[in-house]
């Protein structure tokens, strides 16, 4: 079954510092990575996406790294910010079709 | 804001009823995907249509059926209700890979 696996489920970090978010994948088919956020009550929204002949890409504070041997990949989110505090989930795709993983909450204290 | 707007944006039904949920696209789309949001999960696919046809069906029973129209706008249709059909519906516009989310509309199954 392709599945896509994160953690953590929650996070807690000052301001500041420096969260990641981890996930892996078991589908060598998948070629579309993106992370999307997600606030209370709306709907998720791209933050970031690579795909695997890539392994890093940066857009503002968010970085992914991807492992492609390892079938993992991970979200960075430099100088955290209160504001960053929502869901982040992961997700992979072939032939547009997403398969997400089961989110993390993201806490940035003050 | 994405552009992919989404009606109702919540719904009360009692189970055994039948649903009809709607979903515009953004402007130049012509591809869009429906999930299913349950509480505290990630997002799971139900179907993409592109083009007004079917593109790739998830692991959901045949009374979620879909529809798209030459203005690539789209419906979601549930049929005979059950209570854990109650979650966030979130519909995607995209044109290559990356895929916008709408709002969605939040379905209460009683």
């Known amino acids: 079954q392709q599945q896509v696996k994160q953690s953590p489920q929650s996070l807690i970090v000052q301001k500041g510092g420096i969260p990641i978010i981890n996930c892996a994948y078991e589908?060598?088919?998948?070629?579309?990575f993106p992370w999307y956020q997600q606030f209370p009550g709306k709907g998720p929204a791209l933050l970031i996406a690579?795909?695997?002949?890539?392994s890093e890409k940066k857009e503002g504070r968010f970085t992914i790294s991807f492992n492609k041997s390892a079938k993992q990949f991970s979200l960075h989110i430099m100088d955290s910010q209160p504001g960053d505090s929502a869901t982040y989930f992961c997700?992979?795709?072939?032939?547009?079709?997403?398969?997400f993983g089961q989110g993390t909450e993201l806490s940035v204290k003050p | 804001e994405t552009g992919v707007t989404q009606s109702p944006t919540h719904l009360i039904k009692t189970r055994g009823q039948q649903v009809t949920l709607r979903c515009s696209s953004q402007?130049?789309?012509?591809?869009v995907s429906w999930y299913q949001q349950a509480l505290g999960q990630g997002p799971q696919f139900i179907f993409q249509?592109?083009?007004?046809?079917?593109?790739g069906r998830g692991n959901f029973p045949p009374r979620f059926s879909g529809l798209q129209f030459p203005n690539y706008s789209s419906e979601l249709n549930v049929n005979a209700l059950e209570l854990d059909d109650s979650a966030l519906y979130l519909c995607?516009?995209?044109?290559?890979?990356?895929?916008?989310f709408g709002p969605g509309t939040r379905l209460t199954v009683l």
């Open positions: 249509y592109y083009r007004e046809e079917e593109n």
């Open positions: 995607a516009s995209s044109l290559e890979d990356e895929q916008f």
């Open positions: 690579i795909r695997p002949d890539v």
């Open positions: 997700a992979a795709s072939k032939g547009g079709k997403l398969i």
């Open positions: 589908n060598t088919a998948f070629d579309y």
């Open positions: 402007s130049g789309h012509n591809t």
